[in-house]
């Protein structure tokens, strides 16, 4: 079945670090990415999207390619902060239907002062 | 701009007890979704509803149902309430099925059940 991989967390960074969140999905057709974010007590953010292949998704200073050859969608920031700690999660939804998200495991970030 | 709403916040339920969970979509929007994340998982798919009728299903057990209604707000009854039911129940909407991949879920902020 369908489903998305991401890199164990948790991920430990400085301030002003480069991140990269790996992401890789099993999918028949052309899905639709995304990267939500879930803070502390909060519920899920929606931080950026791709809907076909080589689209950019990018937001906040986040960015992400939707990657078919490699079936990837990997995060990256050139600069975090440290109100960047969250959890991190890589979904995918297929194409037509009523479109449910599967969700990965998700990838804690921590960014220290 | 409205958000999908979801009551309670908070709940605390003895085993076997029921619950019942609500979510305000946001307006216009006639696709609701719910999803249970247990503590450190990712969510995981229950239920759908378009149209205020049932559109997909997931792993949702025996023991919940769920109903969209004219309004299209939601409700999630869960009886006979077990201990690994503890997780944040998480309320998603959408405009339309989903055949414009521009419509995107918008998730509430969740409902946090605890069974004791």
């Known amino acids: 079945g369908d489903s998305v991989t991401q890199m164990e967390g948790p991920v430990t960074l400085s301030e002003e670090a480069f991140l990269t969140i790996n992401c890789t999905y099993t999918a028949t057709g052309y899905p639709s990415l995304f990267w939500y974010v879930q803070y502390p007590g909060e519920g899920l953010q929606l931080l950026l999207k791709?809907?076909?292949?080589?689209d950019k998704g990018s937001n906040k200073g986040f960015e992400a390619t939707y990657r078919k050859e490699t079936t990837s969608f990997h995060l990256e920031k050139g600069s975090v902060q440290v109100s960047d700690s969250a959890v991190y999660f890589c979904a995918l939804s297929k194409a037509g239907g009523y479109n449910k998200l599967i969700f990965g495991a998700g990838t804690r970030l921590a960014v220290h002062p | 701009a409205a958000g999908v709403i979801q009551s309670p916040r908070h709940l605390i339920k003895e085993k076997r007890e029921t619950a019942t969970l609500k979510c305000y979509p946001i307006p216009r929007h006639d696709t609701v979704y719910w999803y249970q994340q247990g503590p450190g998982q990712d969510p995981q798919f229950l239920i759908s509803f378009y149209e205020k009728m049932q559109s997909d299903k997931g792993s949702i057990p025996d023991r919940f149902s769920a109903q969209q209604f004219s309004d299209y707000h939601s409700e999630l009854n869960m009886s006979s309430l077990e201990l690994g039911d503890s997780a944040l129940y998480f309320c998603a909407s959408r405009k339309g099925k989903g055949a414009d991949r521009s419509n995107i879920q918008y998730f509430g902020a969740g409902t946090r059940l605890s069974v004791l």
């Open positions: 791709a809907t076909k292949a080589d």
